[in-house]
């Protein structure tokens, strides 16, 4: 079992930063890499990017690449998604993910494990 807890959600204006933090526990050492997904009311969870655990491989969606940057500390089994240069279309709520294989980065079936979501609103 691996548990995922969200935080650094809220509220921030356009063109603003917020960082995000995903805290693992239980069985980390098997999880492969981690994720960060985002959701709409009434919209497909959508693919953010990815880390991978040992080699800290990254993966982007178009849409925030190089405002987006996604990082991990071993040490304490928490991965971040820094978020600069936010808009209002950035507005979800972010969940990050668990894979214990490798698999596709942006297919959310390929993930094993959620956390409960923290929700971000960007004001225009």
């Known amino acids: 079992q691996v548990q995922l807890v969200e935080s650094g959600g809220g509220l921030v204006q356009a063109g603003g930063s917020l960082r995000l933090s995903c805290a693992a526990s239980?069985?980390?050492?098997?999880?492969?890499?981690m994720g960060w997904f985002r959701q709409t009311p009434g919209k497909e969870r959508e693919f953010v990017a990815r880390?991978?655990?040992?080699?800290?491989?990254?993966e982007y969606a178009e849409s925030v690449k190089g405002r987006f940057t996604i990082s991990k500390d071993n040490a304490k089994n928490t991965v971040y998604l820094q978020m600069d240069s936010l808009k209002p279309e950035d507005s979800a709520v972010y969940y990050c993910?668990?894979?214990?294989?490798?698999?596709?980065?942006?297919?959310?079936?390929?993930?094993?494990?959620w956390g409960q979501g923290t929700q971000v609103t960007v004001s225009s």
């Open positions: 880390i991978t655990w040992i080699f800290g491989t990254k």
């Open positions: 993910a668990a894979a214990l294989l490798g698999g596709r980065p942006s297919r959310g079936s390929d993930y094993d494990y």
């Open positions: 239980g069985r980390t050492f098997s999880s492969y890499a």
